[in-house]
Each structure stands twice: as C-alpha cells, then as structure tokens.
C-alpha cells in the first residue's frame, strides 16, 4: 500500500502555537470526521489536550454511516469529554454543541463565579484535521460568516480568536496533521475524504483502497453502483472495466479521481470507514 505523510512546515508551526496557547483555554473542541472518526485523531494533539475538559464533535455526520456514528459517540464519551455528532453545513445552528461547551466548562464556571467573577468568560480552542469543518462550525456557533471556509485542505492559515456570544470565546486554527501516519490505511482514508493535499496521493491508489474497502464492507451498495458490471476479486481489472463503462475510455486516473468525488458526494451511500471492531461492522451490513 503507497504510503501516504503530509506534513508540511506550518502545521508544526500551528502545532506549536497551539501548545503555546493551550494554557489560556478552558475547553478543547476537538473535531473529527465522523466518517473517519479515529484516524482522523491526531494522536499528537490528543496527547496535548488529554488534561482539558473536552467536547468532541463528530462532525460530518450526514456523510457517515449513522449506526456506527452513534457507537463512536458512545465510545467517547465519558467523565471529562461530552461527545456531540453535527451536520454543521446543513445547520444553521448549533444548539447542541453550544450546550456541550457549557457543560464540559460547568466546573470552571462554577470556580469563577465563586471567586466573585460576575460574567465569566470561557475560551475555547477548537482543532482537528485538515478539511474536516473547524471554520464552519464556528461561523454557525458566531451566527454569520466571520472565517474563510472552503472544501479543501489547508483554508485557514491563522489563528483567531472570535467571539461566540457573551460567554464564549472561540479560537479557530489551522487543520494540522501529525508527522507519520503508523497505520498506511490512516493516509488512505484521509486521502479518500479530503483532508490530504490532492498533489501528495495517486488517485487510483485511493480508489482501489476504497473499492477493496466497499467490497468487504459495504458490497451490497457497491454492487448496486456497479450495475451490471462483473468481476471477480481483481479489484485493478474492475477500476479499469469501471472506467470504460462509466465513459472514461482509458483514463484510469481520471476515472479514479471521479469516483472518489462519487463515494464523497454519497452517490454509494453514506460509509464510515474506521470501526470498532471488525464483529460491529458484520453485525451492520
Ligand atoms: N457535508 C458536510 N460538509 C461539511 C460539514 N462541515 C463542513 N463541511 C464542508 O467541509 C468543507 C471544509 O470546511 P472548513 O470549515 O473550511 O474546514 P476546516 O476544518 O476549517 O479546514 P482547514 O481550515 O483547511 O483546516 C467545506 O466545504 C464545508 O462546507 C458537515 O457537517 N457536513
Ligand atoms: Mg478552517
């Protein structure tokens, strides 16, 4: 499997800045892809932010495979992390995860407030991969679009401070990434939901790791998109019979990059592609 790393300069540099600024911050946001919702934890800024109260989004949610979603919710949530799972594109608001703010801030409020502090201000930070909806879902908690959102990695180069409402302070960063993904499929499935740079992966190589994936997983919706196509287990033969029968001629790598887009834009289905253990997904599909 190509092994895939993307870790460019400023986002050690974000990370640094992050670290710098984490003693300011009361509640870390973690956001995460929930299509991908354990590769797309960066074990560097976990490990930074283990000690802070912490909301977890798992964000996306209208892209992922909504059972799985709710047993990654279940599996994060415990005493100092609340777990919220959004479609914070189709939301025009963000109820929810403004509650969770309050509550994985209650112990701080409540310190303050005994200190005599009248209008407590809680600041938070929120982080995440690449892509995976930081800047949006911070306009949607500041009501109007206040930072630059676009559906590629890399938007957001700086960090800012914004503030929510009277009592929230919010921080957006840039996506950051981590040096080495240990487990190649990591780079794979960032690969295949947008959050690696498009020059840093081969295409069909990202295609054939999600029709592998489809094919042991999901095959009952891959085999409604193939139709009428047939193939036996040459996952190589069937990207190239899919690439003339969908029109592409010859164009493998056309045709890989299309698909792709097909599998992201749920022209298959909605699919989360890390699990919890491999009798869950059986059990689903
Ligand atoms: N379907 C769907 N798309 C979303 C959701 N949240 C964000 N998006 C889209 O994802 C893309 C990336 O959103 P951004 O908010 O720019 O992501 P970011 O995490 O700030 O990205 P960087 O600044 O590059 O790190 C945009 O096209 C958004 O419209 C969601 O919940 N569902
Ligand atoms: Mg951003």
Redesign the pocket.
């Known amino acids: 499997m190509q092994k895939i790393n993307w870790y460019p300069g400023h986002m050690n540099k974000a990370k640094n800045q992050i670290e710098e600024r984490l003693s300011l911050v009361d509640v870390v946001i973690e ?1 995460l892809d929930a299509r991908v919702p354990e590769s797309s934890r960066n074990p560097v800024v976990a490990k930074l932010t283990e000690n802070k109260p912490k909301v977890i989004v798992l ?2 949610s ?2 992922a495979d909504p059972k799985l979603t709710k047993r990654w919710k279940n599996h994060y949530e415990n005493e100092t992390t609340v777990v919220v799972s ?4 189709h939301n025009s608001k963000l109820p929810e995860l403004l509650k969770a703010i309050k509550q994985a801030s209650a112990a701080k409020i409540e310190k303050l407030t005994q200190k005599g502090v009248v209008n407590p201000i809680i600041r938070a930070i929120c982080v ?1 991969i ?7 879902i911070l306009n949607r908690l500041v009501g109007k679009n206040v930072a630059v ?3 590629k ?4 180069k700086n960090q800012n401070w914004l503030k929510v409402n009277q009592q929230i302070e919010l921080l957006d960063t ?2 950051i990434l981590w040096p080495k993904f240990e487990d190649p499929k990591v780079g794979m499935k960032l690969a295949a939901i947008g959050s690696i740079k498009e020059t840093v992966f081969q295409f069909d190589d990202v295609a054939l790791f999600l029709l592998d994936y489809l094919h042991a997983f999901y095959p009952k919706q891959l085999d409604k998109y193939l139709n009428t196509i047939e193939f036996d287990d040459n996952l190589p033969d069937l990207l190239m019979s899919m690439t003339q029968k969908f029109g592409f001629r010859e164009d493998y790598d056309r045709y890989s990059y299309h698909f792709i887009q097909q599998v992201r834009k749920l022209k298959l289905g909605q699919f989360t592609f890390d699990f919890l253990t491999e009798v869950d997904h059986e059990n689903d599909n």
């Open positions: 956001v964000n996306k209208d892209l959004l479609d914070s594109k995440g690449p892509n995976c909806g930081k800047s949006t959102v676009g559906n990695p890399g938007v957001t840039p996506g």
